[in-house]
């Protein structure tokens, strides 16, 4: 008889909010079309901003990747994906957004392939055809060559951008975090590239580009990223009163929403309702008992499953790589009268385009802000930017603060690589390790 | 006794550890360099008095390694994360890298990590070449190597001394490149693995040492008529070598390899360094120029196809299969492979794809297929009167 372990989670209940922003999101994109707006396909950093102002609309291949693995509903796009020839080693995310490639083309081709004509019409359909893609991904070579590889799909008829990003190795002796002559270089070149972007995208509009639409929208952006800064600091409270679980509902949000009072509104209700369970001492996990760090890209087929199973062994998730160093997360960088700067300097910020030393800086950093007991690192199977340092940052972490940590295997949009049995049995080791440290007085 | 020309250039191709050491020996003063691949200008660190050595993939087991990157890291980057954690690494003074591939980035890192008395420099090369400023970003990053190998070295890297080192390694290419384009023509002088050699101890060596034993080693050498052996392309191992035993298995199983694009094969030989225009303009001009002569899926340059580059090296060739080295986890392959099979499959060229490990690899069931795939040509040739 399988015994259901009660739900000990308690989720904000504002993230239902943010569901709807996203679904309305998604369904103005299907239908933009339609209203006779261009379309871009665009990877890595959150470029919304300057497509909003461009007057296109946009999708973000990773996020329409996690979306369809979030709703079970990526097997159609990665089987096309295998039948024109994807290896299942390649990144989910690519392999995914591919294959939604390669059913666009043959929607408008004969039809034929290995997915059936409704899967085709659910997916490929509803993704509507790019006029342009724009690369803007840093810290994974895998990224750029993904979207040279949809733009060679389409049979090199679709006009693609890309935007380079230096990756922030620190050769120097003054290379740091947010500092450094070569964080300034690469700063000054990246904005410089956006510039150029813009020109590119005000010949394939031709329309002449609105710098002040760009400046509104990341007013509010600033905003929206201020407010989740503040959220994020208040969840340094013990015992949580929200966990990275909470956070990774509202990536969608902060990564590609567009810059209005919407989404600032969304981060000022996230902020308050943690601020009202901090006054009224609700728990994010009931009877927390052990403080987690999560690292890795987020598994989207197990979002729920993953908070709910931590959460069964009170082990209250309360921060990550993805959520703390990621996602507008140095709104003091953004000057909404002049963007592009503050912009290009979160695109680089990205967590994959760091050397393990600036890693290792931020993870420790985080792991004493959070109290955390152990790190849960996610081996992300076709992750190969997350996964590197890992290693290395287990080993640090319990060198330098005494913390345990334990790997499980998964992936970011491929459920198969999901081995439930061994982050069971990895995670009661890991939080057996914390009970006897603690029993000893060694934490 | 003298030790034959091509038996040095064996030892140099298969004991780097041993080269290194008695270039050491030699110069009692000088650095080595470990010179990441695929990109790096060697020609500054020797113009620098460096001797820089593109680090291989030394075919030894992954044992340690295993701890410090993941199981799905191709084979290379655990081997070289393997050689850091067993102090096989540690016979370099420093390492350079000019090329961003994720997981060699994720080896490099393990090298700064686990022997930081070693210095590991990595200047991005721009990989987007079809943008208007990736030629000024080449030349900056070109400008930085050259102070940092100046820095290592303690000397100045002059004109002269670069144009000097462009002069050599050029004539060594040219030597190699010459020996790649008679088996072309149809000599089979040379076997898979004798070509590895050459190519691997170049990658090695002195350029000087290693033409003048090339040179020798080739007048032992005597030309010989392809046989009625299937005619392949080898294709693939961007940025290591594939084992020797799977090229022997190759040639094992009734194929011919009349053609490569391999690492330790035409794609390390495709690109000259123009000795005309001034000596840093020119190595900026070799980088750029090098994905046009051979594309590389690392790359992203919107008018370099690599299919179709196949396409025409078959035809030149006359190789009727490409059989695609992929080694396993190797994202740019991965990606770009259905377009490569696409391609082929239009031009009804034969194709296998075998996809390599750094250990283990399953010899006898690759035997199994290239037989099938030789069987395939068979019957498609004409049939004789």
């Not at chain 1, 070149?189 to 020109?199: P, T």
């Not at chain 1, 810059?259 to 001492?281: C, H, N, P, S, W």
């Not at chain 2, 002195?206 to 392809?226: F, I, S, T, W, Y």
């Amino acid at each position: 008889m399988t015994v259901t372990a009660p739900d000990r989670t308690n989720r904000l209940a504002i993230t239902r909010a943010g569901g709807q922003l996203i679904t309305d999101y998604w369904e103005k994109l299907f239908t933009a079309r339609d209203e006779g707006k261009q379309i871009v396909w665009y990877n890595g950093g959150a470029l919304n901003p300057i497509f909003q102002a461009a007057g296109v609309a946009w999708c973000h291949g990773e996020a329409f990747s996690a979306r369809l693995a979030a709703q079970q509903m990526e097997g159609p796009a990665q089987l096309a994906g295998a039948e024109y020839g994807y290896s299942s080693e390649l990144c989910s995310y690519s392999r995914t957004h591919l294959g939604c490639s390669v059913l666009t083309v043959q929607g408008e081709g004969d039809g034929s392939g290995v997915v059936g004509m409704h899967d085709q019409k659910e997916l490929a359909a509803r993704l509507p055809r790019p006029d342009f893609f724009v690369n803007n991904y840093a810290g994974c070579s895998t990224g750029q060559q993904w979207d040279e590889v949809s733009y060679r799909v389409f049979g090199k008829e679709v006009p693609i951008f890309n935007v380079s990003h230096p990756f922030l190795w620190g050769n120097k002796p003054d290379a740091g975090y947010l500092k450094g002559e070569e964080w300034d270089a690469a700063s000054k070149y990246v904005a410089d590239q956006l510039r150029e972007l813009i020109s590119w995208l005000e010949f394939q509009t031709g329309r002449p580009f609105d710098w002040d639409a760009l400046s509104e929208s990341m007013f509010y952006i600033k905003q929206a990223a201020e407010l989740r800064r503040e959220g994020l600091d208040l969840c340094k409270q013990k015992p949580a009163p929200a966990t990275f679980w909470d956070w990774i509902a509202s990536v969608a949000p902060i990564n590609f929403l567009p810059g209005d009072q919407a989404l600032v509104d969304y981060f000022a209700g996230v902020r308050d309702e943690i601020q009202g369970r901090i006054d009224t001492g609700v728990q994010a996990v009931e009877g927390e008992k052990y403080r987690i760090y999560f690292d890795g890209i987020m598994n989207w087929n197990k979002l729920g499953f993953l908070s709910r199973k931590f959460a069964e062994h009170g082990a209250s998730v309360v921060a990550g790589r993805y959520i703390q160093n990621a996602f507008w997360q140095e709104p003091q960088l953004l000057n909404p009268s002049d963007p592009l700067l503050g912009m290009a300097q979160h695109y680089l910020l990205c967590p994959t385009n760091h050397g393990t030393r600036t890693l290792d800086h931020l993870t420790l950093k985080d792991c004493a802000d959070y109290q955390v007991d152990g790190i849960a690192f996610h081996s992300t199977r076709t992750c190969r930017a997350f996964t590197g340092p890992q290693r290395l940052l287990a080993a640090s972490a319990e060198k330098n603060l005494g913390i345990p940590s334990m790997f499980f295997e998964g992936d970011v949009a491929d459920a198969s690589f999901y081995k439930d049995e061994i982050l069971e049995s990895r995670l009661a080791a890991m939080l057996e390790v914390i009970d006897v440290r603690r029993e000893r007085g060694s934490m | 006794m003298t030790v034959p020309a091509m038996e040095r250039l064996v030892r140099a191709a298969r004991d780097t550890r041993g080269y290194v050491a008695a270039w050491r020996a030699a110069h009692p003063d000088g650095k080595v360099l470990g010179v990441m691949p695929m990109n790096f200008p060697r020609e500054l660190a020797h113009a620098a008095g460096l001797l820089p050595v593109i680090v291989p993939d030394d075919q030894e087991p992954v044992t340690e390694g295993r701890a410090l990157l993941p199981e799905f890291y191709c084979g290379f980057t655990r081997n070289l994360a393997d050689q850091v954690a067993t102090g096989r690494l540690d016979l370099y003074d420093a390492v350079f890298m000019a090329d961003h591939c994720i997981q060699l980035v994720g080896a490099a890192d393990v090298a700064r990590q686990l022997q930081p008395e070693t210095p590991v420099f990595f200047g991005m090369l721009a990989t987007s070449l079809s943008d208007a400023w990736a030629g000024q970003k080449v030349a900056e990053m070109m400008n930085t190597f050259r102070e940092e190998v100046e820095a290592l070295s303690g000397s100045k890297v002059t004109d002269e001394s670069l144009r000097a080192s462009i002069a050599a390694y050029n004539a060594d290419r040219r030597a190699l490149r010459q020996i790649f384009d008679e088996r072309t023509a149809g000599s089979t002088a040379w076997a898979p693995t004798e070509l590895q050699d050459l190519v691997a101890s170049a990658m090695v060596m002195d350029p000087v040492e290693h033409l003048a034993l090339l040179e020798l080693a080739r007048a032992e050498k005597v030309g010989q008529p392809r046989d009625e052996r299937v005619r392949v392309h080898l294709s693939g191992h961007m940025c290591h070598a594939p084992r020797r035993e799977l090229l022997q298995v190759i040639e094992d199983s009734g194929a011919l390899v009349v053609d490569d694009d391999l690492w330790t094969g035409r794609r390390f030989l495709s690109t000259d360094v123009d000795e005309v225009l001034e000596p840093m303009e020119a190595i900026g001009h070799w980088y750029t120029s090098r994905n046009g002569n051979l594309p590389c899926p690392t790359r992203v340059q919107h008018d370099a196809d690599w299919d179709t580059w196949l396409v025409e090296s078959t035809e030149r060739s006359g190789a009727e299969a490409v059989i695609h080295l992929m080694p396993k986890f190797c994202e740019p392959h991965m990606l770009l492979y259905p377009e490569l099979r696409k391609r082929l499959d239009a031009e009804g060229i034969a194709q296998l794809l075998i996809e390599t490990e750094h250990e283990g690899i399953p010899l006898e069931a690759f035997r199994t297929r290239v037989e099938a795939l030789v069987e395939r040509v068979l019957r498609k040739r004409p049939a004789y009167a």
